[in-house]
Structure formats: C-alpha cells, structure tokens
C-alpha cells in the first residue's frame, strides 16, 4: 500500500502523487455503496498493481469537501478578479467567500490585470471587509511575488470569473505549465473558459493549487441549508454585532434595533458586502429541511 494525493480525475481515473510517481488508479466499487467519490486533494491509500497503475482503496480523513468543483482539503479559496474587461461583480467574490467561511477555508482576493485597471472599488470593499487582497498583473507580473508568498506551504483552489486570468496567473507563476489561455470576447466582456477538469499543480516555490472552471462551478450545490442557518458568520465583518442586536432572530436585512444595520449606517460594514448577504439571504429563504433530505 502507497500513501499519496490525487492531482487529477479525469474519466474515472485517478492519478495519485505517491510523492515517487504518479498512479493511474481506478477507485474501488465500496465508494459507489457508501456515497462517496474520491476528490482531487484527497489523501488516499492506494493498492499498487505494477506499471504504473493502482486502486484507490482509502480516503483519508478531510479538512473539508466542495461539491462543484469537486475538490478536497483546500487551505485556502484564491478568488481571481477584474476591474477591467471583464469586470467583476462583488457579489460573485461575496457568494465564494461565504461559502469558503462555511467550509472553514481562508479567502485571497487576487485583482488581477492592475496594468489596465486598479480596480479601486474592488480593492476599497474587501481591504476594509478584512478580507486579504492582492493587486497584481501577469501581464507585466507586478504583484506576483506577493501571490507566491500568500500561497507556498498550502493548498489553494483558483477561481472567478471567465476571461479574469486564472490560466494567465498560472502560466505566469510557473511558465511550463502552458496551459491554454482565452481570450476575451469584447462584444460579451466575459472569456471563453479554457479550464475543462479540475487538476493540482505543484509550483517551484513550494505551493500546490488548484485550477478549476469559473465561478459558475459554485451553484446551488453549496448554496445549502448549512449555510442558511449559518449565513450570517460567514461574513466576517458582521461578527462583533451579531449578538447587539435587539431581537433574537434578527435577519439583519430590515430590521429595527439591528446592530449590524447600524453598522453598516456608520461606514463600517461596506454598502456591496451588505448588499450580497441580503441577495443571498433571499436565495436561501425558500430552502427547506425537507428540499435537503432530497438530495
């Protein structure tokens, strides 16, 4: 038996990292009866069957699990965003954010293509919500190193939205990647994603990330009943006022006597943050225990 981690599945195989090479394992039948799928990121044990094959016999104990992209034990969400084409909505990163805090997974905000635009508002809101945040370019590579630093020594999963550079901040941290960059559409303002599976790369500097597809990738699967009843610690700068308020229940969304509204009255809580944790209180309303057990 091999201990090793899962950098890739692709088509119900496995390619396992024992640390001396890479396996081509298929997973034992005992997943399908219990639910369970091997993720990449998982640590797993491995049964070797010579010539570089194997089966995947164990998962080992997680730090956590994201259904879409199907990934496991991330250190750390590295959201990718855009002042410039295309533009970033707040609430996208805001939605990843509170779904990560769910997970018990630290945030980046990375805002890449700074050579074309600053993005000041995108920079102001999360500096200020006390969420970490880079400004970079791959294109000129300004705030790169920044990046390695923030990332070496833990696992992270890059994502945002399409045509932001993911694949570019990739290639740029490791140019023998070369993986396959798209351009972005001017008539649409959005790229044409090149990610097509989840794959784990090992950086140079000591890092291991994760590419996935875009933002689209985190839909209702996550978007659950946890986070429905645990939404409003999932933001992190609401925390010293949760429990001023003065009625128990409040939903902190129009409510009188609301700590956290007055907060936000006060400049304390920014204006787009407030805004996303109300859409997304609207989206989880309608969730039911029952809806959960159906799935």
């Known amino acids: ?8 599945a692709l088509s119900g195989f496995y390619y396992v990292n024992t640390g001396t090479e890479v396996l081509t394992c298929r ?14 990121g998982d ?17 080992l104990p997680r730090r956590n699990a994201f259904a879409r992209p199907a990934v496991a034990n991330i250190d750390q969400l590295v959201i990718i965003g855009s002042g410039a084409i295309p533009r970033t909505d707040p609430f996208l990163i805001d939605r990843v954010t509170a779904i990560a ?21 995108l920079y102001r809101i999360y500096t200020a919500s006390g969420i970490p945040t880079l400004r970079l370019s791959a294109e000129t590579g300004d705030g790169l190193d920044r990046l390695r630093e923030a990332i070496v020594g833990k696992l992270s999963a890059f994502t945002g939205n399409s045509g932001v550079g993911k694949s570019s901040i990739l290639n740029a941290l490791e140019p ?6 798209g351009e972005v559409s001017d008539a649409l303002g959005r790229g044409r994603h090149t990610t097509r599976h989840v794959e784990l790369y090992h950086l140079s500097c000591g890092a291991d990330v994760v590419d996935s597809p875009g933002f689209s990738s985190f839909e209702t699967d996550e978007l659950n009943l946890e986070l429905k009843e645990h939404l409003p610690e999932t933001f992190r700068e609401f925390e010293p006022y949760l429990s001023q308020c003065r009625f128990v229940g409040c939903s902190h969304t129009k409510e009188a006597g609301c700590a956290v509204l007055d907060a936000l009255r006060s400049g304390k809580i920014q204006q787009s943050r407030h805004a996303s944790y109300v859409r997304l209180y609207e989206e989880l309303k309608p969730l039911r225990a029952w809806q959960e057990r159906k799935k």
Request: overall charge neutral.
């Open 27 to 40: 997973a034992r039948g005992k997943f399908r009866k219990t639910g369970q799928s091997p993720l990449v």
């Open 176 to 181: 023998e990647f070369r993986l396959q960059v």
């Open 101 to 121: 805090a769910l997970k018990h997974c630290d945030v980046l905000v990375v805002l890449n293509k700074c050579d074309l635009d600053p993005a000041e508002d």
């Open 43 to 59: 640590w797993v044990e491995v049964r070797e069957l010579g010539g570089g094959e194997g089966f995947v016999e164990e998962i």
């Open 1 to 8: 038996m091999a201990r090793g981690r899962i950098q890739k």
